[in-house]
């Protein structure tokens, strides 16, 4: 890792954030289908599920826009702890609910603190990163949560075998421990370097970069002059400084806004939320009998969107943004589109006494539905999973940095919330016509992205107004950022290889 070891570091720490977003979304995607859950809360329907389910998303939605104010008051170090406890409540609330309401109220909680976590995190990794590891840096976040999802697939599926309630009390409560890992964690991080010169503590934010870049040399050239660009990029927001969330609808800073919120919100119109908070369905509808079978297959799932992040963690910054979001919703659109071929063609729906839906499709179709989903996982994991996180984190000066991005990050929340509200009821009523209008989002989207977002890898974060300075339209643009690579010295270290 060389110079750049303690950046992994403390960007991997904080990724831990990640894993509590990721593992609150497995757990409850498989305690749903547990009998002692579905027997204690009296065997909620596709309405009752999806307000259960998205209450944890309109907590992120909340958390997620008062997280912008605090990190910029508070730190994004403080911010981040605060969260941990937060997110502590609200799971010990969910472990000990004696009713559904008291479940609702302890997933909003909870809600709260991985919003919060969602904002802050990406941000913290982007200003502690070099520009050129900041997509790997920033990668971790995704990574965290895919490893949070895995953890809890295998973890409910060791307890489903309890016969008691305690089979989704475990699981429920274990969330807490990583929790109060990160918080301790927390305590013995840097502050980001970008905020401490925003709040006139140069002094300790050029240790700070020592500490990040070379090991505590204070007299390194590269860290001195990381600072120097600190420090203008910091006076020029200063002279432009945004007051108020409304100046964020602004020219010039009105364009960046825009695209932070529309990559967040199609990260959520992939439909990967559908896919994780309610495989379990799925896979049984597509022919997968008996709980062991599809939790274990849901398991298999877990495994699979994990090792799919690790390529893009590696090379996200070689491949750069936008030909690796076009290549995904290629992907993601075509797996969606076999599959409602597939299930529209030889599905013969049938609805049981309890509500559920069969599909009674044949095995190699049935077998191909499966096979898809995998696929589109892989194909979200390698692409839109980590760069929605990225690239809102990296396209913003200081000044807004947070601001912007808990708008960003809170549309996301929005669109996962609504999804996560309407998905039971559409994947009953509507079966494959849900694949099919994910399918054709994910086409749409590989024209949004070639219209109109420039390429931003390898780029140092106070050199993002060279970017996003020129024509709305991205394609056309590109011949100008050229012209000004070709005549500027970049203080950048390209090498793709280096680490």
Request: include cysteine; aromatic fraction near 12%; glycine fraction near 10%.
């Amino acid at each position: 890792m060389g110079r750049n070891g303690q950046a992994y570091f403390v960007g991997a720490i904080s990724a831990i954030g990640g894993f509590l977003f990721g593992y609150d979304t497995g757990v409850m995607s498989s305690v749903l289908e547990m009998e002692h859950w579905k027997s204690y809360f009296h065997n909620p329907g596709p309405t009752g599920v999806g307000v259960i389910v998205s209450l944890l998303t309109a907590g992120c939605f909340v958390g997620s826009l008062f997280a912008g104010w605090l990190a910029d008051r508070f730190s994004r170090k403080r911010t981040i702890m605060t969260a941990c406890v937060v997110f502590c409540l609200g799971a010990a609330i969910q472990c000990g609910s004696r009713n559904r309401a008291m479940l609702i109220v302890g997933r909003f909680i909870a809600g709260l603190g991985v919003g919060c976590l969602s904002m802050t995190v990406p941000v913290f990794q982007s200003e502690i990163a070099p520009a050129h590891i900041r997509g790997r840096l920033v990668s971790l976040q995704q990574w965290a949560i895919t490893w949070g999802l895995l953890v809890a697939f295998w973890i409910d599926y060791g307890c489903h075998f309890i016969k008691s309630d305690a089979s989704w009390r475990l699981p429920i409560g274990i969330q807490i421990v990583p929790a109060i890992i990160l918080f301790a964690a927390m305590i013995f991080m840097p502050y980001s370097p970008r905020w401490l010169v925003d709040n006139d503590r140069v002094e300790e934010a050029h240790k700070v970069l020592a500490r990040l870049r070379s090991g505590g040399d204070m007299n390194d050239a590269e860290v001195i002059e990381e600072l120097e660009e600190i420090k203008e990029a910091v006076r020029i927001d200063r002279e432009t400084a945004v007051r108020s969330y409304f100046e964020l609808l602004r020219f010039p800073i009105r364009r960046r806004v825009i695209l932070g919120v529309v990559i967040q919100i199609l990260q959520q119109l992939t439909g990967i939320n559908v896919i994780m908070y309610y495989a379990s369905t799925i896979f049984k509808q597509s022919g997968l009998s008996g709980d062991n079978a599809s939790l274990l297959a849901q398991g298999i799932n877990g495994v699979v969107n994990m090792l799919a992040t690790i390529p893009a963690i590696l090379w996200i910054d070689r491949w750069g943004r936008r030909k690796t979001l076009m290549f995904g919703s290629l992907g993601c659109g075509l797996t969606y589109f076999i599959q409602a071929v597939a299930t529209g063609a030889t599905q013969n729906k049938t609805v049981n006494s309890d509500g559920s839906v069969d599909l009674n499709m044949p095995d190699g179709p049935s077998y191909l539905v499966i096979v898809m989903m995998y696929l589109f996982v892989i194909s979200f994991a390698m692409t839109w999973g980590p760069i929605g996180w990225i690239y809102p984190s990296e396209i913003f000066p200081m000044r807004i940095r947070s601001k912007a991005n808990s708008i960003t990050t809170a549309s996301n929340w929005l669109f996962n919330f609504i999804i996560g509200l309407v998905a039971p009821i559409l994947i009953k009523k509507i079966t494959w016509g849900l694949d099919l209008i994910f399918a054709i989002i994910m086409f749409a989207a590989i024209g949004i992205i070639y219209v109109f977002f420039p390429e931003t890898k390898n780029r140092n974060l106070e050199d993002m107004e060279v970017i996003f300075t020129g024509s709305a339209w991205a394609y056309k643009d590109r011949k100008r950022i050229e012209e000004y690579d070709n005549g500027q010295h970049h203080n950048i270290d390209a090498k793709e290889g280096s680490v």
